[in-house]
């Protein structure tokens, strides 16, 4: 996996991801009819935009082994002062989310990331530093239950 920053070149995968992702980690928590609005094209009006700007934003997006956009990060200054008011119908109801068990934050990150350590340092395993990213691209879509899916292309060493 490859972190870098984006491009306008970046638009139509940054705008894909955004909107598969919303759809799939927000379904049952924001309004369907929300979510179903979300388009392709408006999400790449909104990052064209951002990405014009690049004084006012900063945009990093993560590639695959294969050159493809899977995850993006991006944030800016909040110019108007008015976002949360303005926004607020749209923020989720966090405490509501944690007590319901849904995993918020970041904490559930680091520790995906602390059980990833851990587990390729098992006694015993060896591990070639070369294959970690195809392992950890594997497991990623196992958890995400992509990796039987037809969907999900991968390639085994020879």
């Known amino acids: 996996m490859i972190l870098r920053d984006a491009n306008i070149n970046d638009v139509p995968a940054i705008a894909r991801v955004h909107v598969d992702t919303w759809r799939t980690a927000y379904r049952g928590i924001i309004p369907d009819e929300h979510l179903e609005n979300m388009s392709y094209k408006q999400r790449e009006k909104t990052w064209h935009q951002v990405l014009s700007h690049p ?3 900063f945009v ?3 590639e695959d ?6 995850g993006f990060a991006s944030g800016g200054l909040e110019r108007t002062g008015d976002y949360l ?8 109801e966090y405490g509501y989310l944690q007590n319901q068990g849904i ?3 970041s ?5 995906t990331i602390k059980q990833i ?13 070369d294959n970690v990213a ?8 196992y958890l995400n239950g992509y990796f039987y899916s037809s969907k999900y292309i991968y390639s085994m060493p020879n």
């Open 103 to 105: 995993p918020i934050g």
């Open 60 to 62: 990093y997006v993560v």
């Open 65 to 70: 082994d294969f050159g493809q956009i899977v």
């Open 134 to 141: 195809q392992v950890l691209r594997h497991r990623c879509a």
């Open 85 to 92: 008011r303005n926004h607020r119908h749209r923020i989720p």
């Open 117 to 129: 350590g851990r587990r390729v340092k098992i006694s015993g395993a060896q591990w070639n530093q």
């Open 107 to 111: 904490g559930s990150v680091e520790s």
């Open 55 to 57: 004084n006012n934003y």
